[in-house]
Structures are given as C-alpha cells and as structure tokens.
C-alpha cells in the first residue's frame, strides 16, 4: 500500500483496536454536556456531534467520511440542479411480500421517491447530467424505476451532447423485482455505451458502499473511476465471501484504497476536493463537436 | 411457478442443479463438431469454469462459450464447480471480439450458481470483468444466442446472455439472487428457500412471462441423439435468422432497454441550489 493519497482517513486500516493496544489510556473524552444528538466515528472512536459533522460535509474531524443523501451530496457539488423524471416509482411487479409496504416505509423515511435522484446540472460552472443514488432508499438498491431513471438520464445527455457524472452508492440488485432487476444492469450498460459511443464523458464517483449488480455495471463503466476514502467497493459481499471461502478478510479488503492498489479505480477523492476536481475533469474531457 | 409439469419452483431450482444434467461441454459435443479449444484471457491466467473455442454448426463456423460445471467431484473442482473467475469472463469478451472481428455467430451455454465468490476474484476485478461484458455485448454486431441449461445465476450469468435470443431447457432457472440468499435476508431463515424461489420467478416459464427468455427448450430425450439434433437445428435456424438481419446491435439495445416495470407519478419539479 504504498502509493496511497496521503488522507489521514487511512490510518483507520492500521488503527489499534482499543485505547490499550495502542500503549495506555491517553485523553478520556470529557462526557458532553449538550443534550445534541451525536454520532460515534468509525475511524476515531469520537462522538461527534450531527451538527458539527452535517456543517463539514458530513465528515468527521479526522477525515472520515459519513453517508451523505443525495440531495446534502446536490448541495456540495452542483451550483445548479434541475431535477428529471422524479416521478419515476416502483410498482410491485412480482407481488413479493412485503414490498409495498417496505417501498411506502422507505420512502417517508428518506423523503425521496426512489434510490436515485437524476437531473441537469452544472458543477463548478461545468454543464452536465448527474445521478446521485441515496443509501437511505434501501441501501440504492436498482430496480426498474432506478434502472429506468439512469437509462433515460444517459439517453438524454447523449441527445444533448452532455457528460456525465454519477454518485453511487447501492447494495446491489433489487431482489424484490427479481429479474427485472438483473436486466437494469445490462440496460444501463446499453445507454453508457451509447453515450460513449457519441463521443461523451462519463465519470463516476464510487461512494460508500457500491456493491453487486450495481459495481457489475454501470459504476465499473465509467470513461474515469474515482472514489470517495474508504468507499467499499465489490461484487460480492464480505461476509459472504467470509461464508464461502472459511478465510479472513485481509485489512482493508474491498476499501476504495485496496482498488485504487489494484488498478481498478484512478484516483480517490476526498470530499472537500470533490467539486473542484470533478470541474476540471469535466473541463479537460469535454466531446469534441 | 406455473409449469406444466406442475413441479414447484424449487424442485425445478433442484433438478436444475443435479449433477445428473448435460454440462456445457456436453451441449458443445452435442451440437457441434471439429471443436477447437481456445485458452486463456491473456492477461492473467486460463479459467476453467469457463470452456471457450470455435466449432462448426453444421457448415457454419461459430464461437462457443460455456460454463462447466462437471459431473463427477474431480471435474467439478477441476472446473471451480463452474463459477467463474473474472477470467473466464475476460476470456470469454476475448473471443467474443474475435467473433465479431470474423462475423461469427456466438453461442453461449450458461450455468452457473453465479460468479466466483472469493478474495481473489474481487480483488483482480469481478465486478469490473462482468461490467465489462455487459457493456460490450450489448453492442456487438454479430449474432449472439444464450441457452441456459441450468441455472443461471445473477449478473454472472447474464455476462453471458446479452444476448439476441435467450433459451431456457424447461428445468433451467435464472435468477438475481439464489433463492437460499434470498430466504435468508428477507427472512432471516434459509429454510424458507422454498417459499423465496416461488416469489423470484425463477423457472423458465416465469423468465418467459416476463419477456426475458424467448422460449423455452423441450427436454424430451435431453442429452440424447435426437435432443442434440433438435437443438442443432434450432441453432442453426436462429443463427441464419440473425446473420441475414441487419442493424443486430440496435435491436439488442431494444430488447433489452423495455424491460423494467415502473409507475410514472406528476410531481411539480423543484430547483436546488
Ligand atoms: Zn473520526
């Protein structure tokens, strides 16, 4: 792991586990006063209060990356955002038990109609498409009306002569529409391909976490990869690999870094740097007319 | 669900995977003749999941793809009990191109529980190997025929079966998640595998009803002289079909761009700064 970004974030791969495997207690957190909602980081075991981390583009002060929905994820990126097809839902096409009820659950829960959110947009004064998917509408897993927003998304920008730029984030397939599901993935990969195929920019920003059918596709498409510090990112899932194979995961398996080692993505981004070097890409692969 | 054998769906999702089946290997002896075996993806190594090379369909020069399963335990492990490493998918892509370089029809025979599942695999790729050949057949401009034999195991299945025409054997399944993983999410209980492969619509009489496979293959005398002949024929039929058509890679992309089913609501759209 040697030619890693130099993000303070990574040290949660090699960190001690415990105060006492690092060599003693050292500073014990004062208990908090305010009666604020907080959050524990992963990385440094601090609680942070929400509104400290929703004010530093819910990161936590030592460079770990919180889940962000799709439309914090509008705000930090995009100068402009137009939104398309939000109309687009799931029905209950194979009647599966309980999923009309979990879809009416999910989507007073997260305020969003379904696990991605398509519009026009510019980002750093850079007109183009984007996609953001939301992990808080069942984990951005693709269904039709997923795979349906982000087919027409590509449709229209490659009408429109436009780039794209897509956030992903998804558990996978949505098993509840079977096999319809499973053929979103080969959809989509049909309008990346023709958008390429007209000479546009796609560039997708793998977040945490971008797993199955999802990275099968659409994300592992794109003209440049990027990913957010310690994204996962994989086919199969961990403990499934865990479950099959009877072995330990290795440190950091499946962590935007391990990718980036393994020559599957071409760079990883940190939040903060995440609009300015999105425009300049954006810039510099502009279609030749 | 419905068949007209009146089996349930995971009786059929069993005698999918029973040993007792035609492998890939077999289809390819069956079909074909002069079979010569091509190795390797050229980058990495020589998956054996995955049995590639050219053939001919009675006159006809194809190239053919098939995942193995195995018979007996030795073949099965010699073939990674055919799921597929992303080798075998870059191996497959490979020839695929060389079809298309050629103007050859391609045929794949699939089955699998899915794609190789392991810390290898993920690390050299799996998901970017399937990405790739979804990306790549689906634009292909020769002819492209896909019969599932067995089971036909979510994305690593469908890396082989972008495809213009989709066959199934009526005991064959294709599935986005095995019906076991699907128990045991939604339910929290594998036992309920009976139940989860009734509601995915696994069989080929489902992937039928919903449009995804084309039609469905007898298995009257299945692995017999008269079987392979009948699948021969068939093959050969599909094949001239589609060699004679033009504009192959556009009617793929329409074909596969109407499934979903999705409601479409009118919401007043809002501007975010
Ligand atoms: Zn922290």
């Keep these: 792991m040697s030619n890693l970004p130099n993000v303070p974030f990574l040290k949660f791969i090699y960190k001690p586990k415990n105060e006492l495997e690092k060599g003693g207690r050292t500073e014990i957190p004062a208990p908090r006063q305010s009666s604020e909602p907080e959050r524990r980081c992963p990385n440094c075991y601090k609680s942070v209060p929400l509104s400290k981390i929703s004010a530093n583009m819910s990161m936590c002060g030592c460079g770990y990356h919180f889940r962000m929905t799709a439309r914090q994820r509008i705000s930090l990126i995009c100068d402009t955002f137009e939104e398309l097809w939000p109309g687009v839902v799931s029905n209950d096409p194979l009647g599966f038990p309980g999923y009309v009820k979990k879809l009416d659950t999910v989507k007073v829960a997260s305020g969003e109609l379904e696990a991605v959110v398509c519009g026009k947009a510019e980002i750093d004064s850079q007109p183009c498409c984007v996609f953001i998917m939301e992990s808080y509408f069942m984990m951005g897993s693709m269904g039709s009306a997923v795979g349906e927003k982000i087919t027409r998304l590509f449709e229209y920008a490659t009408m429109n002569r436009l780039p794209v730029v897509g956030f992903t984030v998804s558990g996978g397939a949505r098993m509840q529409e079977g096999l319809l599901s499973l053929m979103q993935m080969a959809k989509t990969s049909g309008a990346v391909r023709r958008h390429s195929e007209a000479g546009l920019f796609y560039l997708t920003v793998l977040t945490d976490p971008t797993m199955g059918g999802v990275t099968a596709s659409f994300a592992m498409e794109g003209d440049i990869i990027i990913a957010e510090p310690g994204a996962m990112v994989g086919f199969a899932g961990p403990r499934v690999i865990e479950q099959t194979t009877g072995k330990t995961l290795p440190k950091g398996f499946q962590l935007a870094e391990s990718l980036l080692e393994h020559g599957f993505v071409d760079a990883i981004i940190p939040r903060p740097e995440q609009k300015e070097k999105i425009g300049k890409l954006l810039m510099m692969n502009k279609a030749v007319n | ?273």
């Excluded at chain 2, 490979?94 to 290898?120: H, N, W």
């Excluded at chain 2, 793929?252 to 501007?271: A, C, L, N, P, V």
Aim: net charge negative.
């Design chain 2, 1 to 273: 669900m419905a068949n007209p054998k009146y089996k349930s769906a995971y009786e059929i999702v069993k005698t999918a995977r029973s040993g007792q089946r035609p492998t890939g290997i077999d289809m390819i002896n069956g079909c074909f003749t002069d079979f010569i075996e091509l190795h390797g993806d050229r980058y990495f190594s020589d998956d054996r999941a995955i049995i590639g090379g050219l053939a001919l369909l009675y006159d006809i020069p194809v190239t053919v793809i098939a995942i193995e399963k195995g018979h007996t335990l030795k073949e099965r492990t010699e073939h990674g009990f055919g799921a597929p490493q992303p080798e075998g998918y870059r191996k497959a892509l490979r020839l695929m191109r060389q079809a298309e370089k050629f103007k050859r029809p391609i045929i794949c025979f699939v089955d699998t529980s899915g794609a190789y599942c392991g810390i290898d695999a993920e690390e050299r790729g799996q998901g970017s190997a399937i990405a790739a050949n979804l990306y790549e057949m689906i634009g292909l401009k020769v002819p492209i025929i896909s019969v599932f034999i067995g089971e036909g195991g979510s994305g690593g299945a469908l890396a082989l079966a972008v495809a213009d025409k989709v066959w199934m054997l009526e005991n064959a399944v294709y599935s986005v998640i095995s019906p076991e993983g699907c128990a045991s999410i939604i339910w929290k209980d594998i036992k309920k595998a009976e139940t989860a492969a009734e509601y995915l619509k696994m069989t080929a009489y489902d992937a039928l009803e919903l449009g995804v496979a084309d039609e469905i293959i007898s298995e009257n005398g299945l692995g017999g002289d008269e079987f392979y002949t009948m699948l021969k024929d068939k093959l050969k039929a599909a094949a001239d079909e589609l060699t004679a058509f033009d504009g192959l890679a556009d009617a793929r992309y329409k074909r596969f761009r109407k499934f979903g089913s999705y409601d479409e609501i009118t919401i007043e759209t809002e501007e975010h700064k």
